[in-house]
């Protein structure tokens, strides 16, 4: 079956520092990849997404590239910020269909400090 | 574009009354909704697959009697929890596609549902 694994938190970071949050995926065919953010009492907003193999997302500073040798997507931001502290999920879904179900990593929160 | 609506944003039942929460999606039409469950510091856990003017299809483990689904727009789900009780008490999540795209899902903001 499709599995998402995600790197567990918290992770704390102080503002301005690298940000790295790994995933790596299984799936049964060529599926797209996603990220989404979760601020807290919030629903899931899309950050980034890549289609196919070797495609970068990137959006507000966060970039993540679809990688099919290693089937990675790890999340990157060069200098966090204290607002993006929040929970981040890594995701899969297989093109087949608008039925087609997302396949959630277990999250991963993230902790800026001044 | 592409905004899910769900209300309400927080409701406070008592234990044995049931609770309908809608999903609306604002500025498309949404053949397909998925219900979602999420506890405290956990991953979102998909409860069902609602489509437009059929029955939903709920994942194994998840009560179809207890947690009813209705899809009977193209911009309206609802999902009731009947005879609520403390252990429902969680946050629920709706998400919608677009048809024809590969985009993943837009998401409600959630209710959050505590059972006292």
């Known amino acids: 079956g499709n599995s998402v694994t995600q790197m567990e938190g918290p992770v704390t970071l102080s503002e301005e520092a690298f940000l790295t949050i790994n995933c790596t995926y299984t799936?049964?065919?060529?599926?797209?990849l996603f990220w989404y953010v979760q601020y807290p009492g919030e629903g899931l907003q899309l950050l980034l997404k890549a289609t196919k193999a070797d495609d970068k997302g990137s959006n507000k500073g966060f970039e993540a590239t679809y990688r099919k040798e290693t089937t990675s997507f790890h999340l990157e931001k060069g200098s966090v910020q204290v607002s993006d502290s929040a929970v981040y999920f890594c995701?899969?879904?297989?093109?087949?269909?608008?039925?087609?179900?997302?396949?959630f990593g277990t999250g991963t929160r993230l902790q800026v400090t001044l | 574009g592409a905004v899910v609506s769900q209300h309400p944003s927080r409701v406070i039942c008592k234990s044995g009354t049931s609770v309908k929460i809608e999903c609306r999606s604002l500025d498309f039409q949404a053949t397909t909704m998925f219900w979602y469950r999420q506890f405290p510091k956990q991953s979102l856990m998909l409860m069902a697959t609602?489509?437009?003017?059929?029955?939903?299809?709920?994942e194994q483990g998840v009560e179809k009697d207890k947690f009813l689904i209705n899809h009977a727009s193209l911009t309206l789900s609802t999902l009731t929890v009947t005879s609520a009780h403390p252990e429902d008490s969680s946050f629920y999540i709706c998400?919608?596609?677009?048809?024809?795209?590969?985009?993943?899902?837009?998401f409600g903001s959630g209710t959050r549902l505590t059972v006292v």
């Open positions: 995701a899969l879904i297989l093109n087949t269909g608008t039925a087609s179900k997302l396949t």
């Open positions: 799936a049964t065919g060529y599926p797209s």
């Open positions: 609602s489509n437009e003017g059929s029955k939903a299809t709920y």
């Open positions: 998400s919608a596609s677009i048809y024809g795209t590969n985009y993943g899902y837009t």
